[in-house]
Nanobody, 119 residues
Framework: QVQLVESGGGLVQPGGSLRLSCAASGFSFRSRAVNWYRQAPGKEREFVTFISSAGGYMNYADSVQGRFTISRDDALNMVYLHMNNLQPEDTAVYYC????????????WGQGTQVTVSS
C-alpha cells in the first residue's frame, strides 16, 4: 500500500524551529523529486520547497528562503523539512508530495501535519 506520512508538526513560539519528516511506504523516494506544500486556513495550498531526485537541486518559495531547508535520505526513504525562525505566517498544514518519474508513475500526497506558530 502506497503511503506518505508527515510528522513533526506542533505548536512553536515565533523564532522557534521544527523539523518535519515525510516517510514513504509502498514505494521508494529514490528517483523521485519531492515537494513540500502548505495550506493556511482560508487560503489556497502553496508551494514551499522542492528537492530534485538526486538531491542536488533545491528551490524555495521567497517567503521561506533562508529559513527553511529541505533534505532527503533515500536509504531511509525519508524527506525532511527543517524550519528555523518560524513566524506566525508559517502557520499551516504542511504536505509532502512525491512526484512521478520515468518508470515510476504516481503522484503521491501525504495527509499533512499541522504547524502552529504562536506565542
Amino acid at each position: 500500500q502506497v503511503q506518505l506520512v508527515e510528522s513533526g508538526g506542533g505548536l512553536v513560539q515565533p523564532g522557534g524551529s521544527l523539523r518535519l519528516s515525510c516517510a514513504a511506504s509502498g514505494f521508494s523516494f529514490r528517483s523521485r523529486a519531492v515537494n513540500w506544500y502548505r495550506q493556511a486556513p482560508g487560503k489556497e495550498r502553496e508551494f514551499v520547497t522542492f528537492i530534485s531526485s538526486a538531491g542536488g537541486y533545491m528551490n524555495y518559495a521567497d517567503s521561506v528562503q533562508g529559513r527553511f531547508t529541505i533534505s532527503r535520505d533515500d536509504a531511509l526513504n525519508m524527506v525532511y523539512l527543517h524550519m528555523n525562525n518560524l513566524q506566525p505566517e508559517d502557520t499551516a498544514v504542511y504536505y509532502c508530495n512525491a512526484l512521478p518519474a520515468s518508470g515510476h508513475p504516481g503522484n503521491y500526497w501525504g495527509q499533512g501535519t499541522q504547524v502552529t506558530v504562536s506565542s
